[in-house]
């Protein structure tokens, strides 16, 4: 969140989102937070700034309300009457009959015709038109219980490949309403995304991941919607996507060009921390950033770190955990003991690292990333012949059978620790 100090006083200072400027027309969105304290600053601009976020999306999806409360209003009047409700386009499959006697029972009373009723079950133009782009936005609405738990940087990085899905098919396809995309439509969105498979060298998964998001927003607002839409979005996927390996970094790689020498010494502090806290505990990046005071225990007997859910969602119930301190890691915390304020829930780690890292001849080879330390300290559990239950203990994996007990004491784990530590 960016703050602004103007005088004496903070304000949220951050720039409108493209998406609202058809109902926003500043490009930088300020207000001020009354206090001189950053510390309270900080802790309003969050709610500050999604309050701002929230209006927005109202304003953009007001036209669409309007028609979503004329259809709920349709639907509703057709429950009165204790039938279900059809819109028009669906009784093509009644036959003539059936259609007179649902007409007679839904718009007749007391031998009168009462045509206030008929609108419910057959006026074609109760159910809304909603395009794809203001699918998303309702999507955001109805699927915001997967947002639960998540931090404001978890939110971002879980709508952004869903945004991006629909930007895709917008830009291929148009901003079709839901009920007028056909199969061909699909095939042209399978066409355009295999033409940059081949010409392009992007991986068939990025394909399919377009194609899970995209298909998980339409079908949530055709569900919620109670559209009843028989949308074209099964057979998509490429086949032959395999998912790519992250490769591990080799001990003597780690030990000459990672721990060893000043080779680190152009990166920040935290970002150097972080990523010589990964070597000898194996967390994930984002595990790591997001650490504590609270969670870094260097006084304790056995000094280690606590992986748990701090305002963050934690990536499977398996991830928390305690991993013992040991080697360069445990230097690495001495020198920033209080966390990484720098880098908490925010975006940029991995990208700083592996950029420094490229740039200055650290990686073992092309296909290697940050993550490859991940690896690399679970191939060092293996060479070593460490108990798997404990293995994957310290990684915060699941295991392939039942789960019994509380697993290996902070005694033993540090003792695998460091066996393995450099």
């Not at 007679?104 to 007391?110: E, Q």
């Not at 298909?215 to 559209?227: D, M, P």
Request: with cysteine; net charge positive; glycine share 6%.
């Amino acid at each position: 969140m960016t703050l602004k100090l103007i005088g004496s006083t903070y304000y949220v200072w951050r720039r409108v989102p493209k998406r609202f400027a058809s109902v926003e027309p500043r490009i930088h969105f300020k207000l001020t937070l009354k206090t001189d304290s950053e510390k309270d600053a900080r802790s309003k601009a969050r709610a500050v700034w999604q309050t701002a976020l929230d209006a927005w999306e109202a304003k953009l999806s007001g036209s669409l309300q309007v028609a979503e409360t004329q259809f709920e209003a349709a639907r509703n009047l057709a429950r009165s009457k204790g039938i279900v409700y059809l819109p028009a386009h669906k009784f093509d499959k009644f036959r003539p009959v059936e259609m007179i006697s649902t007409i007679k029972a839904n718009t007749i009373r007391s031998g009168k015709p009462e045509m206030v009723f008929a609108p419910a079950p057959l006026h074609p133009s109760a159910v809304p038109k909603i395009t794809v782009k203001q699918a998303l936005e309702i999507y955001w609405r109805v699927a915001d219980d997967d947002t639960l738990g998540k931090s404001p940087d978890q939110v971002r990085r879980w709508r952004n490949p869903r945004m991006k899905a629909i930007k895709n098919f917008i830009d291929v396809c148009g901003d079709l309403a839901l009920d007028e995309i056909s199969a061909d439509d699909m095939l042209n969105f399978k066409d355009w995304w295999l033409e940059r498979i081949r010409n392009d060298g992007i991986r068939p998964n990025s394909a399919n991941k377009d194609f899970i998001h995209l298909s998980a927003v339409l079908r949530k607002v055709n569900q919620s919607k109670r559209l009843g839409l028989n949308l074209p979005l099964d057979g998509m996927l490429f086949s032959n996507a395999v998912k790519g390996q992250r490769e591990a970094f080799s001990e003597a790689w780690i030990r000459d060009k990672i721990v060893g020498g000043n080779h680190l010494g152009g990166l920040n502090t935290e970002a150097r921390c972080i990523l010589l806290g990964m070597v000898n505990t194996g967390y994930r990046p984002s595990e790591g950033a997001s650490l504590t005071t609270s969670q870094i225990r260097l006084d304790a007997m056995i000094p280690h770190i606590s992986i748990e859910a701090n305002g963050r969602e934690l990536k499977t119930v398996y991830s928390e955990r305690l991993i013992p301190l040991a080697g360069i890691s445990l230097e690495a915390f001495r020198e920033c003991p209080n966390g990484f304020p720098r880098y908490y829930d925010k975006a940029g780690l991995s990208a700083t690292i592996n950029k420094y890292m490229r740039e200055n001849g650290l990686m073992e080879s092309p296909k290697h990333t940050q993550y490859g330390l991940r690896h690399s300290f679970e191939d060092r559990m293996l060479d070593r012949d460490v108990d798997e239950r404990i293995r994957r203990d310290l990684m915060g994996h699941s295991l392939t059978r039942e789960r019994y007990g509380k697993g290996a004491s902070l005694e033993k784990l540090h003792g695998v620790i460091k066996s393995i530590a450099l």
